[in-house]
């Protein structure tokens, strides 16, 4: 082998081995260590699971009632859903069971006062109406002991559109004969053309002359009007 080969060779070799101890030496800079407000840094933040409130309204009344259902025991106003809004006894005073079906149905009634007519029959008396229902406060005459209104329905929906009914789903305009046999009761005829139809008997144990519940009136056979409570039986 020649001197230059050998000279050549010898040269690589000391590169090699330069450029391996550069590599293996430790770096003179020093390895930066993690500041104290890195280290303390809030972690990211979990999502809330609390909803968040909103500022929309209550929604009205009006617009979930549906029904408003008349038997013999009381008014109860009956949402889309079929559940109850509220149920008002005739036992109620008469101011009071008007606000809460107003507070139910979102509509306020029309208030009357009527002077007595005489004759025995009917006293001084004030009307809740809401278009086709009216509270009369106090009752009638023949309005049995311990309820303090009647209620009377002359049309089948309020001009709210909340459909006026029985429990059994009967409504003004229906005839005398199909109105009887869906409430379970029977036609009377008084021999005047207008048919009475006893339902929703409140006191069954009770003798017949004093039954009372609510009652549908029929001109032409045909429903005119749906009136409760009442005595069945009453002179007036």
Same mark, same amino acid.
């Given at each position: ?36 407000? *890195? ?11 609390? @909803?968040?409130?909103?500022?929309? @309204? ?117 005839? *005398? ?60």
């Amino acid at each position: 082998m020649n001197l230059t080969r050998v000279a050549a060779l010898a040269a690589v070799v000391l590169i090699s081995a330069a450029s391996l101890t550069a590599c293996s030496l430790p770096s003179s800079e020093p390895t930066p260590t993690p500041t104290a407000a *890195a280290a303390t840094a809030d972690p990211t933040p979990e999502p809330s699971t609390e @909803p968040t409130p909103t500022s929309e @309204p209550a929604p009205d009344p009006s617009t979930i009632a549906d029904f408003i259902v008349i038997s013999g025991s009381g008014v109860g106003v009956v949402a889309m859903d079929s559940s109850s809004l509220v149920q008002i006894p005739y036992s109620t005073d008469g101011a009071t069971a008007a606000a809460l079906l107003a507070a139910a149905i979102g509509v306020d009634p029309v208030v009357a006062d009527v002077a007595a007519t005489g004759g025995g029959c009917s006293g001084n008396y004030r009307t809740y109406e809401w278009g086709g229902l009216q509270f009369r406060s106090p009752g009638a005459i023949t309005t049995p002991g311990g309820q303090s209104f009647n209620a009377t329905v002359t049309a089948t929906a309020t001009p709210g559109g909340l459909e006026l009914t029985t429990v059994s789903s009967q409504r003004i305009g229906a005839l *005398a004969s199909d109105f009887a046999a869906a409430v379970g009761s029977v036609v009377n005829e008084d021999g005047s053309g207008t048919s009475y139809i006893y339902f929703d008997r409140q006191n069954p144990d009770a003798p017949d002359y004093d039954a009372w519940g609510a009652l549908g009136l029929a001109t032409g056979g045909v429903v005119a009007k749906i009136i409760a409570p009442l005595y069945f039986y009453g002179d007036c």
